[in-house]
């Protein structure tokens, strides 16, 4: 398979060990967790308890998680009204099913799976819609730091005097723990031979980038990119556009290491900011003889959305936000701009999780869609080793660092 590798899971296969779960259903199990106990603070390794999945809840083994910058952001408490210590955080993995809780019917113990931090329960309206993939009850929630089912937490840490104290989740999902329980709308099956190592990059940063190329700005052959921030996810709009046939895709960062990897998932040309005598906007509109069709801002910078904005093509030039931004930070826009260029924002790419993630795998499994996953691992560490893998991001010398459990 194109851009896959296989990986040991531990004896873990769907179908297989439909039993896996038999021994510690409806139990609480004991296992490690990175948890953070301050923002800023250095990830700490430890002995967590994680009570059973309640009603249409499901508890996953985690196999595999990765880093994403959001995860970076949360930690470093860069906006104060998500700062709930102490947390779990994660939510790009990997992992196979424990058990399941009441109510739920799409999922089995040993069941592959990939946790995603937007739900669809599949029956609200606007799951039933084709215009949204924010479900009313399981979308994002970056405010939320307990269960849904009961206004809880599934993880407590005991302490030396035998006080047990909850410890919040996040973003629906908080995968640095052996164990974590999910709503199960939040929770995608995979097949019993895609590699668990590549599918937890499907999970949030490469579909959130491809999706935005393809779903929510549906570029066409011979159009115009600028991609601004050249992360996982602004690396995965670049393979999105050029798997679309884009004719130029302009790769924006402040790391020129970052260009090398840019050219491998087919950015033609880069600027880096830093170099330039002009507003970065201007520099776009003469490269690209009036401006590019779509830009696309994965940085979370408000300066930079405003650039990615004013490069695009007078009339119909769309951009479209990737990007996490601080609160309670507001748009750099006048109103009458808007009648000149077009703004949107988009959410795991404007995927509906668990009706379409399904499809795009199938591709990558069968090659009709060659996503270069492998190209997007930088770094692969055990899971003892977090702090790390935050440092090497943090440095901007990581891409996705994938953290073995």
């Known amino acids: 398979m194109a851009g896959f590798n296989s990986e040991n899971t531990n004896g873990f296969h769907a179908g297989e060990n439909g039993d896996a779960g038999d021994k510690t259903a409806g139990k609480v199990i004991t296992c490690k967790a990175a948890v953070v106990w301050g923002p800023g603070e250095a990830f700490k390794m430890e002995e967590i308890e994680v009570e059973p999945p309640q009603r249409m809840e499901v508890r996953i083994r985690i196999l595999f998680t990765s880093i994403c910058h959001t995860d970076l952001s949360a930690w470093k408490g860069e906006n104060k009204q998500q ?24 999922l089995r113990p040993g069941d592959r799976v990939v946790p995603v931090f937007n739900g669809e329960c599949g029956d609200c ?13 399981y979308a994002v929630d970056a405010m939320r730091s307990v ?4 206004g809880r937490v599934r993880f407590y840490w005991v302490g030396p005097d035998g006080e ?8 629906n999902t908080s995968t640095f723990a052996e164990y974590t329980v999910i709503d199960s709308a ?16 499907l999970s949030c940063g490469i579909s959130t980038g491809i999706g935005g190329a393809w779903n929510t700005a549906n570029v066409e052959k011979g159009s115009k990119v600028a991609i601004f921030g050249l992360g996982a996810v602004g690396l995965a709009v670049a393979e999105g556009a050029r798997l679309r046939g884009a004719a130029r895709i302009i790769g924006i960062d402040i790391n020129p290491n970052k260009f090398v990897k840019g050219r491998e998932m087919g950015i033609t040309d880069f600027i880096n900011p830093m170099e330039c005598t002009k507003p970065l906007h201007e520099v776009l509109r003469e490269l690209t003889e009036g401006g590019v069709d779509y830009s696309f ?12 904005f004013l490069s695009t093509h007078l009339g119909w030039g769309l951009t479209v936000i990737l990007g996490v931004h601080p609160s309670p930070k507001l748009l750099p826009l006048h109103p009458m701009e808007l009648f ?21 795998i199938s591709k990558c499994l069968t090659e009709e869609i060659k996503i270069n996953l492998n190209g997007f691992i930088s770094h692969e560490l055990p899971f003892s080793e977090i702090n790390q893998a935050f440092q090497l991001l943090s440095d901007g010398k990581a891409l996705r660092c994938l953290l073995k459990l």
């Open 340 to 360: 000149e260029r077009k703004i949107v924002a988009a959410v795991f790419g404007d995927f509906k999780p668990k009706s379409q993630l399904p499809d795009l």
């Open 186 to 201: 939040c929770v995608v099956r995979v097949p019993t031979d895609a590699p668990l190592s590549r599918m937890c990059l």
């Open 125 to 137: 309206a606007a799951c039933r819609s084709e215009k949204t993939n924010m479900c009313a009850g």
């Open 164 to 171: 047990r104290r909850p410890v919040h989740h996040f973003l």
């Open 297 to 308: 801002e994965c940085s979370g910078n408000l300066d930079v959305l405003r650039e990615a």
């Open 83 to 106: 700062q709930v210590f102490p947390r779990v955080l994660g939510h790009e993995a990997a992992g196979v099913v424990e058990s399941v809780g009441e109510g739920v019917e799409d």
């Open 147 to 150: 269960m849904r089912a009961d």
